[in-house]
């Protein structure tokens, strides 16, 4: 058994493909849920290795995964790594940023991991808390107006800009579900432009209908 860190642009198929191994294998060993997103930055095992790999990316643009892609381009069938494909409206992502979606990804898979519990404020302030050490208190659409204004910076972008941006603050002053007319929804972008957490992991925020009054907010700490 070996370990690898994963990089930006790893995806599980092309490192089952290096590793001679399987991506069931890896996804099994790794307690990965979804093998359609990895997060770079985390070490993953690599079962029945013997760790004669330098685990060093190779050179001239890195080593090709199935179907020719590069292992830094991205490659289809086997789901990308969990890193920002872009900036949006809000600038680079700063460390502060991949920090808070690093923070708020343990904190969803802490609690409710792909099923909500109905607790996404709880979720985004424990995230909050974690990664700055500030405590944000109020419910999904009252958290907008508790963000420490020294820490968080309101930015103009549309959800989908949002969405390809890790560590961004949301709130929706309303959502379609009974509860979420009257408290709201919030959550924290992952950066892989379909995905938020809060008390779990929501794979398609994009799909999730019904919702209005969206803000979004930039870590500036």
Not at 27 to 53: C, F
Not at 58 to 86: D, F, I, L, Q, T
Not at 157 to 186: D, N
Not at 194 to 207: A, H, K, Q, W, Y
């Amino acid at each position: 058994m070996s370990n690898y860190r994963i990089r930006p642009g790893d995806t599980l198929s092309a490192l089952a493909s290096r590793f001679k191994t399987s991506v069931s294998a890896l996804a099994r060993t790794n307690n990965i849920a979804n093998p359609n997103l990895i997060y770079a930055g985390r070490s993953l095992r690599v079962p029945g290795h013997g760790g004669t790999d330098s685990f060093q990316p190779a050179r001239g643009g890195g080593a090709k995964g199935p179907g020719g892609a590069g292992r830094n381009g991205g490659a289809a069938g086997g789901g990308s790594v969990g890193a920002p494909r872009g900036t949006g409206s809000s600038g680079p992502a700063t460390p502060a940023m991949r920090k808070l979606a690093e923070a708020g990804r343990a904190a969803a898979m802490g609690m409710g991991g792909y099923n909500s519990q109905g607790l996404c404020a709880t979720g985004v302030s424990r995230a909050i808390q974690n990664a700055f050490g500030v405590k944000v208190w109020g419910n999904g659409n009252q958290i907008d107006n508790n963000l420490p204004r020294d820490k968080f910076k309101q930015v103009n972008m549309s959800l989908e800009e949002a969405l390809k941006t890790p560590g961004l603050v949301l709130t929706w002053e309303k959502t379609s579900s009974r509860l979420g007319s009257i408290y709201g929804h919030t959550a924290i972008t992952t950066g892989d432009g379909r995905s938020s957490v809060s008390d779990f992991i929501e794979r398609n925020t994009l799909g999730a209908g019904g919702r209005s009054g969206l803000k979004v907010f930039r870590p500036i700490v």
